[in-house]
C-alpha cells in the first residue's frame, strides 16, 4: 500500500484490471458476503461501473438472513445500482465446504444476467491454495492457484494483500462481518492461514505469501501452454467411440495424461485423482491386457470404468452399491484430487 492509501490502491487495482480484460463491459456485478475483501471491492467497484451486489446466503449459520440484508444495505449505501440476496440449500457430494462453493456459484452464474463478476480473493487466498495444492500433490494444475480472469469470473485483487482491504473499510468506515469459518481451527484453510504461513514466514524471513502468488502465476503460464496442446491433441484424438490409442502413443506424456483428463471430465467423471488419471494412462504406455480404471461419477449408484478395447480407449457405466469399494479404496468424491480449483477456493458460508 503506497502513501495515497488502501481505497486508492484498490481502485486503481480494480481499474488496471477492467482496462485488460473488461474494456467493453458497462456493467458488473461482485459477489458480496460483507466481510472485508469484498465490502471493500464492492466499495471500489461502485465508483467505476454500474455495479450489481449479489450477496449469496447459503442458511448454514445461524442469523445468515440478517447478515445478507445487512450487506445488501450496505451495498445500497456504497453506491451500487442493485443488491440482491440469492438464498441457495447447499447439499451434494464432496463435503460442505465444497457444497457450499458450488450452490454459490450456481446462484451467481444464473443472477449475472450475461455480466462479469467480480470475485474478491486476494493475495492471501491465492498463497493458502497454492499450499493446499503442494499439499495434496495433485500437480501442477492445483499448485498454479486460481486465475485472475477465468470469464465471467474476474478477481482484480489477486495481486493485493488482505491487509489493503482492511485498511481500505477502515478508511471508509466500513462495518465488516466477520465470518466465525475464517477462525475455525476445524478447516484445513484456517490453519495455514494462522498456524503455517506465519510459521513459514518467521523461518523464511518474510515474502512467502508474494513467493507462492509468483510461483502460482509461472505455473498459470505453463499450464496454459500446455492446455493448448491439449486441445490441439483432443482433436486428432477423439473419436465417436473414444479415444484413439496410436495417436495418443505418440502424444509427449504431459499432454496425454492432459486429454485423458478432458475426456473424462467431459464424460462425466467427478473427483478425479492424479493415480487415476496415470492409471488410465498406463492403459497406453504400459498395456498388457489390464482391466480398466474405475472413476466416480455424479450419477446415482453409478461409477464410470475407462478400459482399452482394440485400438480404443472408451468409458462405460457400471452400477455400485454405496458401500461399494474399488480395490480397497471408498468411491471417490467431488473435489478430490485434480479437481482443485473450484474445491479449494476460499469463500464465506453464511
Given at each position: 500500500?503506497?502513501?495515497?492509501?488502501?481505497?486508492?490502491?484498490?481502485?486503481?487495482?480494480v481499474?488496471?484490471?477492467?482496462?485488460e480484460?473488461?474494456?467493453?463491459?458497462?456493467?458488473?456485478?461482485?459477489?458480496?458476503?460483507?466481510?472485508?475483501?469484498?465490502?471493500?471491492?464492492?466499495?471500489?467497484a461502485?465508483?467505476?461501473?454500474?455495479?450489481?451486489?449479489?450477496?449469496?446466503?447459503?442458511?448454514?449459520?445461524?442469523?445468515?438472513?440478517?447478515?445478507?440484508?445487512?450487506?445488501k444495505?450496505?451495498?445500497?449505501?456504497?453506491?451500487?445500482?442493485?443488491?440482491?440476496?440469492?438464498?441457495?440449500?447447499?447439499?451434494?457430494?464432496?463435503?460442505?465446504?465444497?457444497?457450499?462453493?458450488?450452490?454459490?456459484?450456481?446462484a451467481?452464474?444464473?443472477?449475472?444476467?450475461d455480466?462479469?463478476?467480480?470475485?474478491?480473493?486476494?493475495?492471501?487466498?491465492?498463497?493458502?491454495?497454492?499450499?493446499?495444492?503442494?499439499g495434496?500433490?495433485?500437480?501442477a494444475?492445483?499448485?498454479?492457484?486460481?486465475?485472475?480472469?477465468d470469464?465471467?469470473?474476474?478477481?482484480?485483487?489477486?495481486?493485493?494483500?488482505?491487509?489493503?482491504?482492511?485498511?481500505?473499510?477502515?478508511?471508509?468506515?466500513?462495518?465488516?462481518?466477520?465470518?466465525?469459518?475464517?477462525?475455525?481451527r476445524?478447516?484445513?484453510?484456517?490453519?495455514?492461514?494462522?498456524?503455517v504461513?506465519?510459521?513459514?514466514?518467521?523461518?523464511?524471513?518474510?515474502?512467502?505469501?508474494?513467493?507462492?502468488?509468483?510461483?502460482?502465476?509461472?505455473?498459470?503460464e505453463?499450464?496454459?501452454?500446455?492446455?493448448?496442446?491439449?486441445?490441439?491433441?483432443?482433436?486428432?484424438?477423439?473419436?465417436a467411440?473414444g479415444?484413439?490409442?496410436?495417436?495418443?502413443?505418440?502424444?509427449?506424456?504431459?499432454?496425454?495424461?492432459?486429454?485423458?483428463?478432458?475426456?473424462?471430465?467431459?464424460?462425466?467423471?467427478?473427483?478425479?485423482?492424479?493415480?487415476?488419471?496415470r492409471?488410465?494412462?498406463?492403459?497406453?504406455?504400459?498395456?498388457?491386457?489390464?482391466?480398466?480404471?474405475?472413476?466416480?461419477?455424479?450419477?446415482?449408484?453409478?461409477r464410470?470404468?475407462?478400459g482399452?478395447?482394440?485400438?480404443?480407449?472408451?468409458?462405460?457405466?457400471?452400477?455400485?452399491?454405496?458401500?461399494?469399494?474399488?480395490?480397497?479404496?471408498?468411491?471417490?468424491r467431488?473435489?478430490?484430487?485434480?479437481?482443485?480449483r473450484?474445491?479449494?477456493?476460499?469463500?464465506?458460508?453464511?
Open positions: 500500500m503506497d502513501r495515497q492509501g488502501a481505497v486508492a490502491d484498490l481502485s486503481a487495482a481499474a488496471a484490471f477492467a482496462k480484460y473488461l474494456a467493453t463491459a458497462d456493467h458488473w456485478c461482485v459477489a458480496l458476503s460483507g466481510g472485508p475483501d469484498s465490502l471493500a471491492l464492492t466499495a471500489v461502485a465508483g467505476l461501473l454500474p455495479t450489481t451486489a449479489l450477496i449469496v446466503d447459503h442458511g448454514l449459520q445461524g442469523g445468515s438472513a440478517a447478515i445478507a440484508a445487512t450487506a444495505s450496505q451495498a445500497e449505501e456504497l453506491g451500487c445500482v442493485d443488491a440482491q440476496v440469492l438464498c441457495v440449500q447447499v447439499s451434494g457430494d464432496g463435503g460442505p465446504e465444497a457444497a457450499a462453493r458450488n450452490a454459490r456459484y450456481h451467481l452464474e444464473a443472477a449475472r444476467r455480466r462479469p463478476v467480480l470475485l474478491a480473493h486476494t493475495l492471501d487466498d491465492q498463497a493458502e491454495t497454492v499450499l493446499l495444492g503442494l495434496r500433490g495433485s500437480g494444475r492445483s499448485i498454479a492457484g486460481m486465475r485472475r480472469y470469464p465471467p469470473w474476474c478477481r482484480p485483487l489477486l495481486g493485493m494483500r488482505r491487509g489493503v482491504t482492511h485498511a481500505a473499510c477502515a478508511e471508509l468506515g466500513l462495518a465488516a462481518w466477520d465470518d466465525p469459518h475464517n477462525t475455525d476445524r478447516f484445513t484453510r484456517t490453519r495455514l492461514r494462522h498456524e504461513l506465519p510459521l513459514m514466514e518467521e523461518v523464511l524471513g518474510g515474502g512467502v505469501a508474494e513467493a507462492l502468488a509468483r510461483t502460482a502465476t509461472a505455473l498459470r505453463d499450464t496454459e501452454l500446455v492446455d493448448a496442446l491439449i486441445a490441439q491433441a483432443m482433436m486428432t484424438s477423439a473419436t467411440e479415444l484413439d490409442t496410436r495417436a495418443l502413443a505418440a502424444l509427449p506424456d504431459p499432454v496425454r495424461r492432459g486429454v485423458i483428463r478432458s475426456w473424462l471430465l467431459a464424460g462425466g467423471a467427478i473427483g478425479l485423482t492424479d493415480k487415476q488419471i492409471g488410465v494412462n498406463r492403459l497406453i504406455t504400459a498395456w498388457r491386457g489390464q482391466g480398466g480404471v474405475a472413476v466416480g461419477s455424479a450419477l446415482r449408484n453409478q464410470l470404468v475407462a482399452r478395447s482394440g485400438g480404443l480407449l472408451t468409458l462405460r457405466r457400471e452400477p455400485v452399491s454405496p458401500a461399494t469399494m474399488q480395490w480397497g479404496h471408498p468411491q471417490p467431488s473435489g478430490d484430487g485434480d479437481a482443485q473450484e474445491d479449494e477456493e476460499p469463500g464465506p458460508q453464511t
